[in-house]
T-cell receptor, first 112, second 113 residues
Framework: GESVGLHLPTLSVQEGDNSIINCAYSNSASDYFIWYKQESGKGPQFIIDIRSNMDKRQGQRVTVLLNKTVKHLSLQIAATQPGDSAVYFCAENTNTGNQFYFGTGTSLTVIP | ETGVTQSPTHLIKTRGQQVTLRCSSQSGHNTVSWYQQALGQGPQFIFQYYREEENGRGNFPPRFSGLQFPNYSSELNVNALELDDSALYLC????????????FGQGTRLTVV
């Protein structure tokens, strides 16, 4: 079966510092990955995605890195803000698949 | 806001009862997926509906069933509720084949007592 896991269940960072959230996946056929942010009481919110033909993609204050060799994904958040406090999930899919496989999540706490 | 709405937001049911959860998809989206999210876990895929038919199912028993209507809205039905069914139920809407455009609703928190 699918297995998407995160290395650290919790992460605390000082406001203004950079955050790095890691994720491991096991299905070498996965070719599409999304990072979601989930705030308390809300559904997952799309942050950034990356396809397997890329190894880096940048958004506004966020960067996703993909290392297919070791099946590892990371999310970097620059200048972390209190509003970034949430649980972050990585999710994988094949480009023709109909479901996402989610990891357990990492809880990010930003200390003012 | 994603444009995906779910109702109700919270629900309490007794073990053995049946429940129906509803989801209105984002305008223009023809595919709805349902996920179960237990406390402290990531969402788990239940099933997906496209053109009013089930289009893939996760590892959930038959007492989890669904419907999709011509306007693409959807229902999730759970029969013979068990305590372990207590979770946040999420629906995500997308365009068929455009898996990268899946948007989630805020979820329905179901508590089974």
């Amino acid at each position: 079966g699918e297995s998407v896991g995160l290395h650290l269940p919790t992460l605390s960072v000082q406001e203004g510092d950079n955050s790095i959230i890691n994720c491991a996946y096991s299905n070498s056929a996965s070719d599409y990955f999304i990072w979601y942010k989930q705030e308390s009481g809300k559904g997952p919110q799309f942050i950034i995605d990356i396809r397997s033909n890329m190894d880096k993609r940048q958004g506004q204050r966020v960067t996703v890195l993909l290392n297919k060799t070791v099946k590892h994904l990371s999310l970097q958040i620059a200048a972390t803000q209190p509003g970034d406090s949430a649980v972050y999930f990585c999710a994988e899919n094949t480009n023709t698949g109909n479901q996402f496989y989610f990891g357990t999540g990492t809880s990010l706490t930003v200390i003012p | 806001e994603t444009g995906v709405t779910q109702s109700p937001t919270h629900l309490i049911k007794t073990r053995g009862q049946q429940v129906t959860l509803r989801c209105s998809s984002q305008s223009g989206h023809n595919t709805v997926s349902w996920y179960q999210q237990a406390l402290g876990q990531g969402p788990q895929f239940i099933f997906q509906y496209y053109r009013e038919e089930e289009n893939g199912r996760g590892n959930f028993p038959p007492r989890f069933s669904g419907l999709q209507f011509p306007n693409y809205s959807s229902e999730l039905n759970v029969n013979a509720l068990e305590l372990d069914d207590s979770a946040l139920y999420l629906c995500a809407s997308s365009l068929r084949g455009a898996v990268y455009e899946a948007f989630f609703g805020q979820g329905t928190r179901l508590t089974v007592v």
